[in-house]
T-cell receptor, first 115, second 108 residues
């Protein structure tokens, strides 16, 4: 069983640039969610994809967007980067939606630094 | 608003028992989950309560009371490797909300 993998592990970007982060979900999981985690804080829900459609979104502006592909892998895109976007970005996969007792399986994250 | 409150830090002694509380102000959620995160690592799932009451998984137990908007994680026979951050989270149809986390320090 392959776990959740994210790439890249670290990234440095300049304010105003755009970034794409990638995530491969765990085998058998059809739901992917993305989180932003600032240092010393809990993960903040960005959005979730189920069968290639967004089915939940947190309080993030539209410059945060995503995709899910037929193989259930996913991308997080952030446009017009701001300094406050510097954080650890976590991807998690699960078996079906957010309901029920399907636990989230997290990747190790991408550490994004915006200068 | 929708929020989960946890103590920011808790300290306990190796071998002892510690309880990490989580109070919440949200409704319409499926259940309360707990995750552990070591420094530099990914959060890992520990426990889930769909119904009121106690769920036991080895040294870890979790409790939920919907009427009191309250839950807790209980760690028994503490080991040094349990030093980590612990997050409670609620699962809803449209989002997943995490608490800010409790940093558990374990003294030898």
């Amino acid at each position: 069983e392959t776990g959740v993998t994210q790439s890249p592990t670290h990234l440095i970007k300049t304010r105003g640039q755009q970034v794409t982060l990638r995530c491969s979900s765990q085998s058998g999981h059809n739901t992917v969610s993305w989180y932003q985690q600032a240092l010393g804080q809990g993960p903040q829900f960005i959005f979730q994809y189920y069968r290639e459609e967004e089915n939940g979104r947190g309080n993030f502006p539209p410059r945060f967007s995503g995709l899910q592909f037929p193989n259930y892998s996913s991308e997080l895109n952030v446009n017009a980067l701001e300094l406050d976007d510097s954080a650890l970005y976590l991807c998690a996969s699960s078996e079906a939606g957010t309901g029920g007792n399907s636990p989230l399986h997290f990747g190790n994250g991408t550490r994004l630094t915006v200068t | 608003g929708q929020s989960l409150e946890q103590p920011s830090e808790v300290t306990a002694v190796e071998g002892a028992i510690v309880q990490i509380n989580c109070t919440y102000q949200t409704s319409g959620f499926y259940g309360l989950s707990w995750y552990q995160q070591h420094d530099g690592g990914a959060p890992t799932f520990l426990s889930y309560n769909a119904l009121d009451g106690l769920e036991e998984t080895g040294r870890f137990s979790s409790f939920l009371s919907r009427s009191d908007s309250y839950g807790y994680l209980l760690l028994q026979e503490l080991q040094m490797k349990d030093s980590a951050s612990y997050f409670c989270a609620v699962n809803r149809d449209d989002k997943i909300i995490f608490g800010k986390g409790t940093r558990l320090h374990i003294l030898p």
